[in-house]
């Protein structure tokens, strides 16, 4: 068994780390305040210092960021922790595995692959652009071995509460209430199930196949939130739930006091026309496929 780190324990780090240490790999989770999942070594470790990280990786067959800085600090955050983790991925050896998302493209028209440019011109998406690219060209260098798994909004067990599906959906549709959107609910979008998104990382950090190239997470049909409340509702054995959508200007304004609302502009246009991943590259060469979209639902119900 190979010796992992998982930097980040959040909604996407925690799965990737209680994955690993199942199958009997010595899992080491780094953190800023030292939490992870049970079996796993902790550490806590400012991520921002190479000297550090590249101590931990050391020995380490696969090194995953799982890191995701506050939007709203993104631009002072991420350009010297995604230098620490070049630092660590070279000194160590390990394969240099990160979760990405879609944002570096930009808006596009129809499904999104993993051959388009990272077009974006938001400053912070940009950011976001270069941490590939740099690693990228180390991997091209020789200097690392280098991949990138993407991924659309999270969902599922272990999710965000604050997420477009999290319990400021789930629970109004528990309650039978009025579920209150920021976007357009019937804008279709594609979702991605944390334990798929947890297992295609690991699928990547150890075929070779993966390396030196980015690929989109195995991702089921796009759904709208009308879509996904009334197959929740189903399930539930309720009726389809109201849902009613919070004017922008309203939001724009309440963006000013608060932080993460005053991020949303950046993002809109991924929630106002169709916003559609295509993963049929990492389906097609690993075999892998996204879990039924209805059995992901349920599962998000039970947890």
Known sequence: MGKHVVVG?????????????????????????????????????????AARLSQVAKGADVLYNCVNPQ??????????????????AESSGAVY????????????TGPMTEDLPLASTDPKFRVR?????????????????????????????????????????????????????IWPADVPHSWNYLPDVADAL?????????????????????????QVGERMAE?????????????????????????MLGELGHVRYQFTAPFVLDSSAFQRTFGAAPTPIDEALKATLDG
């Open 9 to 49: 324990s959040g909604q996407v780090g925690g799965h990737v780390a209680a994955k690993l240490i199942a199958r009997g790999h010595e899992v080491v989770v780094v953190t800023r305040s030292g939490s992870g999942p049970e079996g796993a070594v902790k550490v806590a470790a400012d991520v921002a210092d």
């Open 235 to 259: 399930r539930l054995g309720r009726p389809a739930p109201r849902m009613r959508t919070l004017p922008w200007p309203v939001l724009r304004v309440t963006g000013l006091f608060v932080p």
């Open 202 to 226: 690991i699928t990547a950090g150890s075929d070779e196949r993966a390396w030196g190239r980015p690929w989109h997470a195995p991702t089921a049909e796009p759904l709208t939130f009308r």
């Open 97 to 108: 595995t990160m979760l990405g998302n879609l944002y570096p493209y930009g808006p596009v």
């Open 71 to 88: 939007y709203h600090r993104w631009l002072t955050d991420w350009p010297p922790m995604a230098a620490a983790f070049l630092a660590a």
């Open 129 to 181: 652009a270069k941490m590939w690219t740099d690693a990228l060209a180390a991997h091209e260098a020789g200097r690392i071995r280098a991949t990138e798994v993407r991924a659309s909004d999270f969902f599922g067990p272990g999710a965000s509460d604050q997420g477009y599906l999290g319990d400021r959906f789930l629970v109004p549709l528990r309650q039978g209430k009025t579920i209150s959107l």
